[in-house]
């Protein structure tokens, strides 16, 4: 028996996808403030005890990166470090100080030496896509006990 897809889901990755004063909420809904908190914190507590352990030092930027990759991937678009910094509002060179560490613990892949860094695709490796969906696979369980 194939579990159907969650439309609460899909409605939030669209809304992901554009700014957050464009989101609006779907008529006849209320948003409940209350739960809308509970939901953020059991996320980032869930990210934060699922890197407790590892040698990784990954902070909440860096969990960003790798959430803009996902929804980047998702859209198949590709994003490098400009779009990136942009998006996460950052400073660009503090953005490819990350993008440094993260290639360097394996979750994003190394660019082409050809290329200009900054101007290169930034693309999760094999590791950092499955972090990354393993915890969002935990956070969205997390979201239905809430």
């Known amino acids: 028996m194939s579990a159907e897809p969650d439309d609460s889901a899909d409605i939030a990755l669209t809304q992901a996808r554009g700014p957050a004063a464009e989101i609006e ?5 209320n948003i409940d ?11 980032r507590a869930i990210v934060v005890d699922q890197m407790r352990d590892s040698p990784l030092q ?12 996902v929804v980047a991937a998702d859209d198949e678009m590709l994003v490098n470090e400009i779009d990136l910094a942009a998006r996460l509002e950052v400073k660009s060179t503090i953005l490819s100080r990350y993008v440094a560490y993260m290639i360097d613990a394996g979750l994003i892949e190394e660019p082409d030496a050809t290329e200009d860094r ?4 930034v693309r999760p490796t094999a590791a950092g896509n499955a972090l990354s969906r393993d915890i ?11």
Request: hydrophobic share 45%.
């Open 25 to 29: 909420p779907e008529r006849g809904k």
């Open 33 to 43: 403030p209350v739960r809308t908190a509970a939901l953020l914190l059991r996320s």
């Open 58 to 69: 990954i902070d909440d930027i860096s969990w960003h990166i790798l959430l803009e990759l």
């Open 118 to 121: 900054a101007q290169s695709p």
């Open 136 to 146: 969002l696979q935990k956070v969205g369980q997390a979201f239905r006990s809430i």
